[in-house]
């Protein structure tokens, strides 16, 4: 016996009044049902010594049939508001009862606000104060912000003034530039040619190095002839003969000073060459000097040229000054700011922001619409639920679910937005629409649990009662089923049924559909509603069903016929431990022939 049928044999033996008057119907229906199987198995025992087999028999009638699972669970709210808050001030009223019903919004409960009341009055007044200082310092930076601002406008004037009048002078100025550029230019290269011809000029060492060779050339010669009369008047007294040595002396000397000369007389022409060179690059310069001087009279450069200088120097001291103004803006803008900040964002501003807050959060109000269901709040006690405990609880009774455990049997066949049946003791025999909306993946000791929405806005269920569950896993409207059984195979391989002809039972070819526990769906053009289709006795849907079957559901729908032997066997139809199944027909029992 699985475990579902096991919950389900629990509930059913648990005591009710539906239950003790259904039990005692049940016990009526054995006892006639002991009766009629007693009548049965001697027919059947007569039948088997004919050697014929016992029949019973259902009345076809078109109706739904259904695939389904029953499972039990509770009904609770889909829709849970736990009020908690963080104060920890003391309880001070109280406002709702356990089962009030509430708008979101209402007052819960209120807290005692005196301590944070007294602090509040103290914070103020700082606040007060340092609000006054405040604003005074935003005033004063706002008139430093405003005289910036005009002086800044004053200087931008005058910068753009300026910038005007360079651009005029300049434009002025361009054409004057121009016509003197050939002549600036010339002037330039000439001046650069004279610059470079009294370089070479005062660069020119040979000649002092020439004349210094002279010089020394000279001093030889005579030191060559003093030395030569010296020794010759002492030779004269051995007889006046000049020295042969000193004559050679002499002649190298003079021949040096010949050459040194003429060195110099070389040097002194190449001088002379650099001082015309650098005379006619001077007259040359002072030429084109006095072009560009005329070139500048001509369209009166100098004038132009002061204007556009003083007109550029006015622009770069305004040019200054507005950037100065510029930087004081900027500056006054920035204090602005910085007291703005301190008006607007003072600590004790926010303090007193706080607080305000605190003191509004000490009314606790509902976070919901519902119902409370729970309320943990007594007056003089703290408030606050960081221990896990909310203040109250609040459901809404018209949004239910029933929560429910699947057998793991059954898991693979669930699906979320199967369709639910509700049934509780406490809505009598109601059928409540339902939607399974809620399947996990993880089984825990009592199955894997789930979740069916109640669709019916009036169901009338409560929270906290039990109900049970029948999850549709398939259905079919307005279909023909019979019992398993009584789907046979005649010798030429076809799926067939047998339905009554009189006396005799004539077969029928069908094609079969969908399948429960107990039944099969059947199709044929021949099919209609009241035929008498058999079943063999001691099949899945006999009266051999036992009393956890009959007990679960899944009963066929329509009128269940219990006759003797004369007239057939015992009730078909029943559920499989939980799994139930909808067919359509009366059930009936009957012999062959």
């Known amino acids: ?193 004279e610059q470079n011809a009294g370089i070479a000029l005062n660069s020119n060492t040979q000649i002092v190095a020439a004349q210094a060779a002279v010089e020394a050339a000279q001093a030889a010669v005579a030191a060559a002839q003093g030395g030569g009369s010296q020794q010759g008047s002492a030779e004269s007294g051995a007889g006046n003969m000049p020295s042969l040595q000193n004559s050679d002396a002499l002649a190298q000397a003079q021949a040096q000073l010949a050459a040194a000369q003429q060195q110099l007389a070389q040097a002194q022409a190449q001088a002379a060459d650099l001082a015309k060179a650098y005379n006619d690059a001077a007259a040359a310069r002072q030429a084109a000097e006095n072009s560009l001087k005329s070139a500048k009279t001509n369209c009166n450069y100098e004038a132009l040229f002061t204007a556009y200088s003083n007109a550029d120097q006015a622009f770069s001291t305004a040019k200054q000054s507005y950037e100065a103004a510029k930087q004081q803006v900027d500056t006054a803008e920035q204090q602005l700011q910085t007291a703005k900040d301190q008006l607007d964002n003072d600590t004790v501003l926010e303090t007193v922001e706080q607080l305000q807050e605190q003191i509004e959060d000490c009314t606790i109000r509902a976070t919901a619409d519902g119902t409370i269901t729970s309320l943990n709040a007594t007056v003089g006690s703290s408030a606050s639920t960081a221990g896990g405990t909310p203040l109250a609880t609040i459901q809404n009774t018209g949004a239910l679910k029933v929560s429910v455990n699947i057998d793991e049997n059954d898991i693979q066949q669930m699906k979320v937005g199967q369709r639910a049946i509700i049934r509780s003791d406490s809505t009598g025999d109601k059928e409540i629409s339902g939607t399974l909306t809620q399947l996990s993946v993880t089984t825990s000791e009592n199955g894997f649990p789930a979740e069916v929405s109640v669709d019916d806005a009036d169901s009338g269920l409560l929270i906290g009662v039990s109900a049970k569950v029948e999850i549709v896993l398939s259905e079919t409207e307005g279909v023909y089923s019979v019992p398993y059984d009584a789907v046979e195979t005649n010798d030429s391989g076809e799926k067939v049924i047998y339905v009554r002809d009189g006396n005799d039972w004539k077969e029928l070819p069908v094609t079969t559909g969908m399948e429960t526990s107990y039944y099969i769906e059947i199709e044929s053009d021949e099919l209609q509603d009241g035929m008498e289709v058999r079943v063999p006795v001691g099949s899945s849907g006999d009266a051999s069903m036992s009393i956890e079957e009959m007990m679960n559901g899944g009963m066929m729908q329509g009128e269940v016929v219990i006759e003797g032997p004369a007239e057939g066997g015992g009730p078909a139809g029943g559920p499989d431990g939980g799994r139930g199944q909808q067919g359509g027909g009366a059930v009936m029992a009957a012999p062959v022939g």
């Open 1 to 193: 016996m699985s475990n579902n049928v096991k919950r389900r044999l629990k509930l059913w033996l648990r005591p009710t009044k539906k239950k003790v008057i259904l039990l005692v119907i049940i016990v009526a229906l054995l006892a006639a049902a002991g009766s009629i199987l007693s009548k049965a198995s001697k027919q059947a025992a007569a039948s088997a010594a004919a050697d014929e087999p016992a029949y019973r028999s259902v009345v076809l009638q078109k109706d739904s049939m259904a695939d389904s699972i029953t499972v039990t669970g509770t009904v609770a709210s889909a829709d849970v508001a736990n009020v908690t808050t963080q104060q920890t001030q003391t309880v001070k009223t109280i406002s709702v009862q356990v089962g009030d019903t509430v708008k979101k919004g209402d007052v819960i409960c209120t807290l005692d606000t005196a301590d944070l009341e007294k602090e509040l009055a103290r914070k103020r007044e700082s606040l007060a104060t340092d609000q006054s200082t405040a604003q005074r310092n935003y005033e004063s930076a706002q008139e430093s912000l405003a005289t910036a601002q005009e002086k800044y406008q004053t200087a931008y004037q005058n910068y753009a003034t300026a910038a005007a009048d360079l651009e005029a002078k300049r434009s002025a100025y361009l054409p004057a530039e121009n016509s003197i550029k050939t002549y600036l230019d010339a002037y330039n290269a000439a001046l650069t040619a």
